[in-house]
């Protein structure tokens, strides 16, 4: 299993989940429901804004020109998209009123007109893809970038919300948002002045120009983005960290060359720390993060490693929330696809007790990294180190994913055990035959047998070739080389340690 088919899963899988949780690990679009404290409007009022029908509201801005009336009428429009349950976005669209909004957006003399129509356009943008279509179509865009140059703040926040929504939609109107030329008037809003609220619209925002795959954002759009995503990371407000943090997620999550850009931008060390912050909402994206970097190469791993991430693995594996366990053994299981030099680090940094300890009573989403992760090691480590899972007692719960449904943790399961029994041969037949008996012992081998009727040829065969090239022949154990049970562990005839473990 090496790096360049491990990652390729990963980059797979990963996207698959993600596409799955995105509404709850990060929301794409966001929908204001409260009003600014300043106008003093409740959401009791909100609600009952709903006794104006959106046909009335476009009915009376057709048929007047005194600017409170219409302002009055924008803000009842606002108002009914604003309710907490079932805003009437289909309804205002139905009604025709979208263009009139799109055009109060130009009335740089009226900045409260041009704000009450661009929250109004925000919640729409809100909704569904077809509703998000509808704004974009009435040409709202190039108006929400020019205005995130208002002399007015309230303006620009908003401005820069309703944007968020847009590229939120996927990629098409993101790249239509960047095209439209959002990026530089949007980093030039990041600055110490701002609120932390606009500055939790703004980093929102950026993580969604970051987003999507299909296709992934382009290399100048991500070069434009970065210093300032980075910048961001500066910042102690753990929302604006956790979507900063979930921008970097999104553009490590692709090519080589995208993770050699965020290396190079030197923020990999600020990833390391927030791995040990206290919120998981920042605490997810930065492992994530850290995460897709090791999917890379050597060198790319190596940069993860040598800022310290590691003395982060044994909290990570052993947190409260699962999710944050099996991205942590997910991403163990691509440092230890690496060189023998990053698997070294692994065991040094005393990391392999927890994950065989994972391996044996994690939930099953973290059980199948770390089946990986094993099996990564015994791949690509020395005979030494992979002995080392043995005198761990890995080849307990190794075995014990052999009696799984998933297919392919079984494949990955048994490739592991095969491995750990040429490794051990690679010392010396005496060490293979006593790896040979433990798996007997404790089950592991009952189970292999088994999987010889399994209905996966690869199954079938690879146990076939366990049982070939280290069981073919036996009758019985070899007296000599027979263990003796003690407190749970196995005690050997041949020489041993002080703590009765195989000695090798």
Aim: aromatic letters at 6%; one cysteine or more.
């Amino acid at each position: 299993y090496q790096r360049r088919v491990r990652a390729r899963r990963n980059r797979q899988d990963m996207v698959s989940k993600l596409r799955k949780d995105k509404r709850t690990e990060q929301m794409l679009k966001r929908r204001q429901v409260v009003e600014d404290s300043e106008n003093e409007v409740t959401e009791k009022d909100a609600n009952s804004a709903q006794q104006m029908d959106p046909a009335q509201i476009k009915q009376i801005i057709d048929n007047t020109t005194d600017i409170t009336v219409i302002m009055n009428a924008v803000q009842n429009c606002r108002k009914v998209l604003s309710r907490e349950q079932s805003p009437l976005i289909d309804e205002v669209i139905d009604s025709g009123l979208l263009p009139v909004l799109v055009n109060f957006l130009m009335c740089d003399d009226n900045p409260s007109l041009q704000f009450e129509a661009c929250w109004a356009l925000t919640n729409i943008a809100s909704g569904t893809n077809k509703q998000t279509k509808a704004v974009v179509e009435c040409g709202a865009v190039p108006h929400f970038v020019k205005l995130l140059s208002s002399d007015h703040v309230n303006v620009c926040e908003q401005a820069a919300w309703a944007l968020g929504n847009v590229a939120g939609d996927g990629a098409t109107y993101r790249d239509f948002v960047v095209n439209c030329g959002i990026i530089q008037p949007l980093i030039k809003l990041v600055n110490p002045e701002v609120s932390t609220s606009f500055l939790r619209n703004l980093s929102w925002t950026m993580s969604n120009l970051c987003r999507n795959k299909d296709p992934p954002p382009t290399m100048e759009t991500i070069e434009a983005l970065l210093p300032t995503i980075c910048n961001l990371l500066q910042y102690s407000d753990k929302n604006v960290l956790s979507d900063a943090c979930w921008a970097i997620s999104y553009i490590t999550d692709g090519s080589n060359d995208r993770i050699q850009r965020v290396i190079a931008s030197g923020i990999i060390s600020k990833l390391v720390e927030l791995l040990g912050h206290s919120e998981v909402l920042v605490v997810t994206p930065a492992l994530r993060a850290i995460g897709n970097i090791v999917t890379g190469n050597d060198e790319q791993t190596q940069a993860v490693i040598s800022q310290g991430a590691l003395k982060h693995f044994d909290k990570l594996l052993y947190h409260k929330k699962n999710n944050i366990q099996k991205e942590a053994a997910w991403t163990m299981s691509n440092i230890t696809a690496g060189t023998t030099t990053q698997i070294q680090s692994v065991i040094d940094a005393g990391l392999l007790p927890f994950i065989i300890d994972v391996l044996g009573r994690g939930d099953f989403k973290t059980q199948k990294e770390a089946v990986w992760a094993v099996t990564n090691l015994t791949s690509g480590g020395t005979p030494e180190q992979t002995m080392q899972l043995v005198e761990l007692s890995a080849l307990q719960p190794l075995s014990n994913m052999l009696t799984v449904q998933d297919t392919r943790t079984v494949t990955v399961a048994l490739d592991g055990i095969y491995n750990i029994l040429t490794a051990a041969n690679k010392i010396s037949e005496e060490v293979c035959s006593k790896v040979a008996i433990v798996l007997e012992e404790i089950g592991g081998l009952d189970l292999v047998e088994k999987l010889q009727e399994h209905e996966n040829e690869r199954v079938y065969a690879k146990s076939a070739q366990i049982i070939e090239e280290f069981y073919k022949g036996e009758d019985g154990e070899n007296a000599e080389l027979a263990p003796e049970v003690a407190n749970g562990q196995f005690l050997f005839n041949a020489p041993q340690n002080n703590n009765g473990k195989i000695s090798f």
